[in-house]
């Protein structure tokens, strides 16, 4: 919103005048006289269309370059009578896009050594149960809708959990439903985000290639047949090499990152105007972190 | 490197259906019938997918970290790559120092900072041969890729050259900068996973014309960094008007041969000027400008924190279960009040109608809108439920005095802090958790938008369902069978035949009972007049609760206890299940479809809050509410 209000013409022009009259007024003939020159080089007018043309993903033309050119000169004007105003000291923004950049010149630095095998395999050792491979259950479901009343639900589960015993097919046994007849490689995470944890934890013991139920969901009745159960198993670099590379470099830069902001935090002082409203304790935070277990979304 | 990683987790995670085999699976295209039902076309489709989606992804296609100028001046910390790892379950530190973990991960995420902040930065580029020909930067940039403390060394140096004027000039040329944007599409790739979670590169074009009529774009990439790279997003200082930035995305396109789809939102803080029946700059809607926008936005955001853009009361005055929800309709973005005659021009259900005249009179329609919720959180935390909400602004994170401070001041002109709304999420139907196939399904609108809860919902419209597609124990391969899915079309219907529509809804898992499903039909007569209709297609305690004389569905009723903020599932139906067929169809007038899904009232989030910190707060801030999904439309053209 600021970048836009800071494009349209009328703001400038008025932003000018107030900028010349009230600079004239505030700071006197000998700034007046002063001369200021904007010089575009060759190579600052390259990087202009370089970066316009980055947008455009083509060459600019004669006439788009022109007002690149002109616009930032403009710009520039204005630019500079706000540094001389001392406008860009205390903005939020200004302020916070610098220290941006100095965050992001902290956080590069190492950004592009790759990690070696043996840092690799050592990480995924530290942090074995992150890469687990995990427990993966394939099942057949049929579903009896409680719509009806829970006890004559319960009935026609138990009815059909013995057809199903029996021999009938599950392909169209049961209630309508939005959930898969066959859920096939479903993770536990999987499972809980989607049916509850309550099902899923039933789901994930339930005894392998035999119908159970019926089981009770907040959706209904199920009946389940587990037919395929594969348990959690450590990898293998190769088989999570991607992961391992992206969480290992991200814990690094992190870590350097701290210790960079640290040793520079190291060259100040702070001082605190002791009849600051703060009372004796500089400490920040102002808020104390506090774990929020946060249920649902 | 992409190709190992995805083909691991693909082999891994191998999707929850449609892999098994079997007649139970859902049709692969071998298994279509040859001649589809007449008149029903099929949704268009980005790749022709083998599958068809068995699955819902959850996700927020809508977020800002502290690299939006704006969030990051209001106090945000988080990056980001923060903002993924919260979206994914991983517990992170609040800008405000709280820490919060998600106890449900979503499925993927589209970080989508403004790109109007993101310039560029100087930087020592590796392997930069222009650099290296300077002796100190080569050995800086040799110590740097030896990482650790040979690389916070010439780190220190750096900054500290620089301090005295002796930095070598050579890294301060403009020519050496790297711009953030190749920042943030590095973390989108790196923490891909494909399968399992997915980072879409994106960017937010916020175009606040005339001081804040919101014409806000979220510009969702397909494709990675390499071709993400090649060119710098569009910004508002390029352009605000819309049409710029089409072509901007088709020069984007053209030149990486990539893909892209552009998401509006806020609709309700535009004046007027969202979905106005005029160009940007005021000329007549021609059947190119409307084929380039159909074709640029397929989808558009019904709800999110600012309040929800499907429909007005004042618009829709007929339908009471859209009185009093998540309404901001006092002034645009920057709270310039609203002169009559704007609201009509704000809310997806009046575009939707409005689409269908454009079609007739251009032949082509504009206003062709899939639905989408995100956050637009502004924190890095996409905390999109009653029970969860961690708010739009660092300001707005949980604290006792959060509801009655001013979320939004414009001179005397404020928006207080219970007015934002904890929303929303969309849910796409996705044959897998990638890139491409979110992407495509978006692209062909199979999504639908949530004011935060995980509800399960299928639409499919065709002219054969009937009521016993709604009694087999899997709707959805009947549903794609025998129709299309919600964002799809529908063509001259059959001699004799209406519309027929297979629906249904889950509760979520963890979340409320259902009160009801609704169909929302628009449609143009002959004489070229909009009109809208509220159907109650399928509701709960269907045994104890049936239309009045008038037809009118009497209420689900109530089992919250504000107090406690709490309540039961003893009323409402788990699941809704039916066929419904158009009882006023007249084949000769172009209509849409859409639904909208209604749990049983809730507590809000100031309850919850009020619960919680154990604050009173004043009469007017609301304290239940009734979350809601809305799908995508299927259209009928004769």
Known sequence: ??????????????????????????????????????????????????????????????????????????????????????????????????????????????????PTDHELR??????????????????????????????????????????????????????????????????????????????????????????????????????????????????ELDQVRDVVRSDFQGERRRRAKAAALAELEERYSVIIDSSAALGAAPEAPVTQARDVALKGD | MQCSRSAFWLGMVAAMVGCGGGKSQAPSPAQLPEARPSGVVQAESGTGRPRTPGRVYWGDEHLHTGWSADAGAAGATLSPEDAVRFARGEKVKSSSGQMAKLERPLDWIAVTDHSDGMGVINEIRKGNPELLADPVVKRWSEDINKGGDAAKKATMEMISLQANKQLPKVITEPKFAKSVWEKNTAIMDESYRPGRFTTFIAYEWTSNAGGGDNLHRNVIYRDGKDKADQMLPMTTFESENPEDLWKWMSAWEKKTGGKLLAIPHNGNLSNGRMFELTTFEGKPITKEYAEERARWEPLCEAIQMKGQSESHPKLSNTDELAVGYEIWDRGNLALVPKKPGMLQYEYLREALKNGLLLAASTGANPFQYGMVGGTDAHNGLTAAEEDNFFGKFVSGEPR??????????????????????????????????????????????????????????????????????????????????????????????????????????????????????????????????????????????????????????????????????????????????????????????????????????????????????????????????????FTSPIWYTP
Do not use: C
Request: cysteine-free.
């Open chain 1, 122 to 235: 050592g990480y995924l050792a530290a942090h074995a149960e992150r890469f687990l491979v995990p427990e993966r259950l394939s099942f057949e479901h049929v579903f009896v809708s409680v719509a009806g009343g829970s006890e004559q639900a319960m009935r026609r589960a138990l009815s059909l959990l013995g057809e199903l015993e029996a021999g009938r097919s599950a392909s169209d046994a049961g209630d309508a439903t939005l959930w898969p007849r066959r859920w096939v490689g479903a993770t536990k995470e999987e499972l809980e985000a989607r049916l509850g944890n309550e099902l899923a934890d039933r789901l994930l013991h339930v005894p392998a290639n035999a119908w159970a139920g019926p089981i009770a969901s907040p959706f209904g009745l199920h009946l389940v047949r587990v037919f395929e159960k594969v348990s959690a198993r450590s990898a």
């Open chain 1, 1 to 114: 919103m600021i970048g836009r209000v800071a494009k349209e013409p009328l703001v400038h022009f008025a932003l000018l005048g107030a900028l010349v009259f009230g600079t004239q007024r505030w700071l006197g003939d000998a700034e007046k006289s002063a001369p200021s020159h904007i010089e575009l080089s060759e190579a600052r007018v390259a990087s202009l269309a370089a970066e316009r043309e980055l947008t455009w993903g083509r060459p600019l033309t004669k006439a788009e370059l022109s007002d690149v050119v002109k616009d930032y000169a403009r710009d520039e004007v204005l630019y500079r009578e706000g540094l001389r105003l001392g406008l860009d000291r205390d903005d939020v923004v200004v302020r916070n896009r610098v220290k941006q950049k100095m965050e992001f010149l902290l956080d590069q630095r190492i950004a592009d050594a790759e």
């Open chain 2, 400 to 629: 006792p005095e959060r509801w009655n401070e001013d979320a939004m001041k414009f001179g005397a002109r404020v928006v207080k802090g219970w007015e934002m709304t904890a929303a929303g999420y969309t849910g796409v139907w996705a044959t897998e958790n990638t890139r491409e196939a979110l992407w495509d399904a978006m692209k062909r609108r199979e999504t639908y938008a949530t004011s935060g809860p995980r509800i399960l919902v299928r639409f499919f419209g065709g002219f054969d369902f009937t009521e016993a597609d709604a009694k087999v124990s899997d709707i959805a391969y009947m549903g794609y069978r025998k129709g299309v899915p919600m964002g799809g079309q529908l063509q001259q219907a059959p001699a004799g035949k209406a519309p027929t529509f297979l629906l249904g809804a889950v509760m979520d898992a963890r979340g409320a009972n259902l009160d009801r499903i609704q169909v929302v039909k628009g449609w143009i007569d002959a004489q070229g007049k909009t009109h809208e209709k509220v159907f109650d297609a399928v509701w709960g305690d269907a045994e104890r609760r049936q239309p009045d004389k008038r037809g009118k569905l009497p209420p689900v009723g109530s089992t919250v206890d504000v107090a406690s903020a709490s309540f039961e599932n003893t009323i409402g139906d788990p699941q809704l299940v039916t066929v419904w067929t158009d009882p006023e169809f007249d084949a000769g007038q172009r209509a849409f479809y859409y639904l909208r899904v209604l749990e049983i009232p809730t507590p809000r989030w100031t309850a919850y809050d009020a619960a919680r910190y154990e604050v009173k707060m004043g009469k007017k801030v609301p304290m239940t509410t009734q979350e809601r999904a």
